[in-house]
């Protein structure tokens, strides 16, 4: 057994036997909710601090059009291992 498989052994061991967890949901949902809704959080910031300057402008796009491009490349090349 070489290292890389005692280190996965170990940690196996510790996630699943000794914190006795279960998978309720899948890593990946969690990480494409937050970053699809991102642009609906920075928008809801702008309107409720109601400052719609260019900065927050293009903050807003460049994050928010992350964020969908996020969830249209996991639509299309979901990751297996994710």
């Known amino acids: ?3 890389i498989d005692k280190i996965d052994h ?3 061991e510790f996630y699943y036997n ?3 967890t279960q ?3 899948k890593a ?3 990480a494409n909710f937050f970053k699809g809704n991102t642009l609906t959080f920075l928008l809801f910031l702008m309107i409720y601090f ?4 260019k900065r927050n402008v293009i903050y807003a796009a460049l994050h928010g ?4 491009l996020w969830i249209l490349k996991d639509l299309t090349y979901p990751d297996k291992s994710f």
Do not use: E, T
């Open 28 to 30: 990946s949902h969690v």
């Open 50 to 53: 109601d400052n719609y300057s």
């Open 23 to 25: 998978k309720i949901i």
């Open 65 to 68: 059009s992350y964020g969908l």
């Open 10 to 12: 170990y940690r196996n």
């Open 1 to 3: 057994m070489n290292l």
């Open 18 to 20: 000794l914190l006795n």
